[in-house]
T-cell receptor, first 112, second 114 residues
Framework: SQKIEQNSEALNIQEGKTATLTCNYT??????LQWYRQDPGRGPVFLLL?????KEKRKERLKVTFDTTLKQSLFHITASQPADSATYLC???????????FGAGTRLFVKA | DVKVTQSSRYLVKRTGEKVFLECVQD?????MFWYRQDPGLGLRLIYF???????EKGDIPEGYSVSREKKERFSLILESASTNQTSMYLC?????????????FGPGTRLTVT
């Protein structure tokens, strides 16, 4: 069955450092990969999308890579800030249908 | 800005009660979704609707039904609430016509069934 794995352990980093979160998937060939941010008690908020034919995408301090051979995406936050502390969810979509598969998310804590 | 609102942030119901969760979006999106989110399990799709009066089952539809009488409103119904339906329920909407469209989520309803 299709499966997304995100590190269930929280990631703790110091302010100013680069946070790197990993998303691995199996038994799926997604056309699109999305990253969302979720704050406690809130719904997820869309951050970035990357297509299968794109290797890398950037938006301000965020960078996403997508390696369809390794079946992996990396999500980087450079110059991290305490306000970046949240749970980050990876989500996959195929080209057809309606279904988006979400990972369970990785909790990020950025210490001042 | 897209806005997705849900009728309640917190809800406590008793086992066997019929429960209605309402979701409204204001951006004329064709697609609407209901998910539940449990620790360690991620978001699991309950039902999806791609048009008024149209619905598709997601991964875990058992014990739930949905209604979409108007484009902006998508309701989730728990026919007879059970304790294993205690969860965070999230509604989302998106444009149709492309799989790349992101979903916009509501704030969620934390439902406790006692």
């Amino acid at each position: 069955s299709q499966k997304i794995e995100q590190n269930s352990e929280a990631l703790n980093i110091q302010e100013g450092k680069t946070a790197t979160l990993t998303c691995n998937y199996t038994n799926y060939s997604p056309a699109y990969l999305q990253w969302y941010r979720q704050d406690p008690g809130r719904g997820p908020v869309f951050l970035l999308l990357i297509r299968e034919n794109e290797k890398e995408k950037r938006k301000e301090r965020l960078k996403v890579t997508f390696d369809t051979t390794l079946k992996q995406s990396l999500f980087h936050i450079t110059a991290s800030q305490p306000a970046d502390s949240a749970t980050y969810l990876c989500a996959l979509r195929g080209t057809g249908g309606f279904k988006t598969i979400f990972g369970a998310g990785t909790r990020l804590f950025v210490k001042a | 800005d897209v806005k997705v609102t849900q009728s309640s942030r917190y809800l406590v119901k008793r086992t066997g009660e019929k429960v209605f969760l309402e979701c409204v979006q204001d951006m004329d999106h064709e697609n609407m979704f209901w998910y539940r989110q449990d620790p360690g399990l991620g978001l699991r799709l309950i039902y999806f609707s791609y048009d008024v009066k149209m619905k598709e089952k997601g991964d875990i539809p058992e014990g739930y039904s949905v209604s979409r009488e108007k484009k902006e409103r998508f309701s989730l119904i728990l026919e007879s609430a059970s304790t294993n339906q205690t969860s965070m329920y999230l509604c989302a909407s998106s444009l149709s016509g492309g799989s790349h469209y992101e979903q916009y989520f509501g704030p969620g309803t934390r439902l406790t069934v006692t």
